[in-house]
């Protein structure tokens, strides 16, 4: 062995140079067995070539020079502990070649078994076991691997041939075929090699040896690994390792056999070793599946002392690993050999289930099991999904993922009939987009599916505020609401055809395709997250507009509201006409009566909020959207015009064009960058003293009853330090007001959404005026990149395809662009006003990657949608939180 | 007179303690007479006493201690020096007082004459000027001016005694008094301030003096003071100095006279005197314009002698301040005394004239002439105005004046009537916004009015663009263009109804009101225009997109073209057919054969725009707007398929229904944030292919000519420097094509805007892929801000009046957001790359305080419409071209 660089580890026969804590230099699966060597477990001796000779073959295009001298004495060591020799025509030794590299990785050279056996050698392996055929076969198996994977030969090749010759044998699988079959397909394998291969297939064992490593250290570098690689991240300098492991037989005789299982059952989580077992085969004959296996609880009967040992080394695996084992093994001649173990992959659901079980027995603390719990997969648990086990339909056209979940139901295309249908039946409403006048058939539906629209669509938000399943952006389907048709690709449906949503990924299907409910009230998962939230370095909230929403937050533990839409409320059905007199009055006074009308309405609603949320922060922003979003659409007015004047209605003729008059007056070209937010409190300050007045009274009122109101009271679209302290000014008086009225005052604090750039530039003149803020990270993506939400859906796909763009930035926040401006924000903030609260309320409050970002930049809570909030506390709890501290002066943008 | 410290300053009869340096101690009267007295000028002789005695006063509330030491003694040789004394009754001492500030300003105490006068000395008085007549009314004026001004007596008290006294001797001015009429009114006087004041009017020379020039201390914090210092930026802590002077008489007899004027004339800048005598009569005589005085010129005649000197005294003046003078006289029995002197405000034209003249005499440099215009004013030259020389009529309504200039003309209320107008007269378009769709009719017209948008809104851009004058948002007219009808406030129009717009004010009025043409070949300004262009520190470009313009532009002396905007191209009537096409294609083919029937067309236009430009570089941006803009209005689509349902032409039919399904495919909701700019080069790269072959193209076909194209290729709206790595490969390769194709190549350039916030974040990894780039101000204003340039104006006004906004951010560059992104991305790329060229090419190129804001954060060139080259190059000239350098890692918001 060479002196101080090591090339090769050993494993099995109770030698051993490494150990699981070695996979970078040992890979995945060398780690694996060497860990299982040290644990005392059966594993068939072998060798692994470490990933730096990997890294050192793809640098130089050859290897060290002395790790030929190295692998001569470790295959000798080998040759030892088994008893056999490499290419010893009479007591052949046999092994597999595998690649390992730290991360398991799709796409690269698997595995090649029988490496060593050569024509002359097959007598002897024939007498080794007892058995020609079984000799024979393990020749044919090999030819077949190491043809496809080092020689590159076509695979449909070698089936053409065994088709040939199984039928002239009348053979319907290939453990049928006679010796003389077996020949035969031995023979056509060796022309097919020589044909397509042009050359031969390598006679001696050492030979088979070498280009076996040679392939396996050259297939990480082939385009799909390399795809693979980039994809994921993973450094392209890596490499990877060569396990070269004895082979024991499976297929020698019936008590031989070979396996796969889990230490737990990786659907469900149950606590029992789930697997299957095929006698007298080797491993790819499980995964040919024309065998069927039993389940390895069988072994127990047929096999008791194997089954005991198997079920006490995983027993042992589980717990050294502290994690539920995907494991192989194969029983030779009666003897049990583990081959491989490693932690398994496994469903949200078990996941969740493993985790609290395993906590509950002590093996892993409650913080880990936080952390193996993957956010974005338990909306699998919370969200009903489509039942694909009896397989998946034709997929009719797909969308964007935008609220997650399933819907099952029939087709309303407006939202009138969305509200209005009367078969009983839950409904999809499918529309080119939504308004927010919409939102009564939003209401009723089951699902959203819209042609228009992105992730941050009105659809999509609204969807995921009220936990409805949402697909956006189906550029494919066209609707006709006039005629009632709706057009996806060629084919057409009618309102009241049946359709289902995979809005988990955007696929939309005709028909009804079999729902699996949500699970809302699992058990493990409300484990999880008290841990989680336990252990959070910050809190995250919920954006809630509704007593109701507030009440179902609270039910999640949110930390208290970090959005209260106000003008939500304004859409309900008996406030719209109080609104649009509101919205339609010529003058100050006019409006004012308006307002007063609505004033009861508004402020039962905070009393409601203030009411759930007892002794938590409730940020209530005023309100937000344009006032033509309250009008009712253009061709209703029109067809009212219409109509009045067909009947010659004069008082309804001079309506009708009033409203048309104002309709034009509000209407504008860009609505998102209009006269909305505090534009409209320093034009209507009547509106803003309303709010306030319906804020404070509520909370008086409340506070009254016993509970702790503690309003926050949110200014949005705030551009200007001028704005924010004129804006302030009038809160203030209103509030005074109320309280001499009332003669008691109550606590309240002002702050300010962060939503446009020219807010984060000045932040720090800003933040002299509030007392908190909160980056609303829709608005503030949208005018950062120029995006138009309600219209980016057409072409973000082609930026996304081309890679201009990584994510969606309405999903994930753009940390370069956005990202950059808020940490210039919070760092003009922080220098002015050391104690001011940060928060977040847009859509990325929800995304695992968003919140660690927010987190790293100092960020105080994140406030999210009720059915996010699982989401948000699990991958707020696996944050760090690092907050940086912010120092004047520094270079700000590190991202671009 | 104190040790070190002095408060007061000596003038005339060859004393002498200050000059005209001193103006911030003597006030800029103080410091005139000093410097009249040094060169021997005869001016009666006086002391100031400075501003520093005023701010001591204005701190402590009382005067320094030994300040009443040195006044007695000033005054003691001011009794002297005219050999009378400060209430001597037989032979009294009169003096003025007036307020002094550095900078002249409205709402100070200016001035009261004849302090020193009592009831006891009018006999003296009368005495020493032989006329009682003229002793009482002295007497007469002192009460008045000394009681209005000092003891805040209402102006009406007085007016009332003179009115009942001059109605009882049936006088029809002051002057025809009786001496007992004047002694009635001296009493009157006498009670109305008793009255009013609740004192007795002074009757000793100290008490009237000291109390006047506390009077004038205390003016210095008047509320109209206050306000203009605040608007005017004038520090609050300068204070005024005070000039007390020894009275001359112009009242005394017919040898006797006041007079006022000018070096040269203010309105057109003719070089020789004008100005005004009035004989036996004091200044105010000459303001309340009872009777008519004769011009100067007269007195060559009957005083040729005092014409004389006072010819030669005004041409020292002249001389001396190296300016135009205004000057006060007054002649007193023969004598000639001058009271005061300063530079003379002026109209624009007469501004250039008598720069251009100084220039040619040698009086002042060529850099001094072009300091002293200030561009604001030259659009007064430059653009035809109304002229109000017969009255203002009244102003039926007012907007923004979004292009200067004034028009009359026909109302036309759709582009379509304007642009089909067969009067013959000229036609003002008016209508709610305009559209590209209106183009031909802008063109038409000879100005625009909008109830709409705002300064930067299409109408805006394109008027201005066009050189044509244009009012915005003027919100209280309604345009119903069905009808014909145009309603501005009360009044109602109808199409071809007359209506006069002042557009440098914003004014609407009715009919016809007389016009005053443009003087666009004015040589004075041409010289002007040509010493400051030489002058510049940085280039001025021009916003060009078509040959008319650039050669507009060349012959303005544009340093190249700036911008030019690719799609005014498209909107060409013969080319819509094709772009339209082009928009409709279903697919890639057939949208590439449209791209070929418009590429000879485009080329064709860049061949013209590269001869008019050779040699300047020339900077054409990528197609930018949205495709829908390039589409019909809906309604129209919406009657062709009604017309074509009616006549069952089921081909029309057809075409009208795929018109609309992909104009709703093509909608959006926010269209300024939408799918535009190079969004749509990502998309439909053949768009850019052919704009890139079309430039190229028509560079190597010029170039053959013997003409040298610099052509610059601009991509507009990047986001990203993803998105621009890809669109400069794509540029690129289609330039490698064209130029394989004709086997040479030509040099180009690539460049970018930075119109969105992202892009200004990330300007440094964008400027990686780029060698130039241009600010696009407007865009940048409307995203940072949130705010829509077609919407904002229904809030602005409001944000105005309130001082949120200090200015229209679409008017002068917001320097704290919009500024601080700028000066963010400016940092980035001159760190990274220091040879960046950095241009703006947004309308706030044209803006004179733009202008200096940019040049001080260091770009190379600014590029506005053609129409305000003339402003854009004089600013230039004046600004200070202090380049900062670029630190990395320094605070980069200075200004919130």
Redesign the interface.
Known sequence: MAGERKYIYRFGNHALDGDASMSAELGGKGAGLAEMTLLGIPVPPGITISTGVCRFYLEHGAFPTDFEEELGASLAWLEDSVGRKFGDPRNPLLASVRSGAAISMPGMMDTILNVGLTRESIHGLAAQSGSLRFALDSYRRLLQMFGAVVLEVPKKEFDNVLETIRADEAALRDSELSEAGLQSVIEGFHQAIERCAQTSFPQTAVQQLSMAVHAVFKSWRNERAQYYRRLNGIPDDLGTAVTVQAMVFGNVDQRSGTGVGFTRNPSTGENSILGEYLANAQGEDIVAGTRTPMPISELAESMPEIYEELFAITGTLERHFRDVQDFEFTVEKGKLFLLQTRAAKRSALAAVRIAVEMVETGLISSSEAVARISPATINEILAPQLDFSQGVPEVLARGLPASPGAAVGRIALTAVAAAGALHGDPVILVS??TTADDIHGIVAAAGLLTACGGVTSHAAVVARGMGKCCITAAKDI?VDSDIGVLRIGEAVFHEGDWLSLDASSGRIFAGKVPLRAADGENAGLRSILRWAIDQSPLAVRANADTPEDASAARARDARGIGLCRTEHMFFALERLPHVRAMILARNTPERKRSLNELLPMQQQDFEGLFREMSSLPVTIRLLDPPLHEFLPPRKDVDAELLLARSENDAGAIQRAELFL?RM?ALS????????RGC?LS??YPEILEMQVRAILQAALKVAAEGFVPLPEIMVP?V?????MQ?LRRLIDEAANEVFANHGESIDYSIGTMI????AA??A??IVEHVSFVSFGTN?LT???????R??AG??ID??LN????KSDPFATI?R???G??ME?AIR?MRARKPEIKIGVCGEHGGDPASIEFFVSIGVDYVSCSPARLPVAQLAMAQTQPLRRIAV??????SQ?
């Open positions: 080119q987009e066209f008059e034009q504008e070209t860009n609505p998102m960058m209009g006269h534009r320093i034009t679209f551009a200007s330090a001028e704005e004129c939503e446009l750039p020219r530039v000045c720090g003149a608005d949208q005018m950062t990149f120029g995006f138009s309600d219209d057409k072409y082609a930026y081309q890679g201009i763009l753009d370069g662009g956005v950059g401006l210039l003009q004047p002066g520094q270079e700000h943008v671009c």
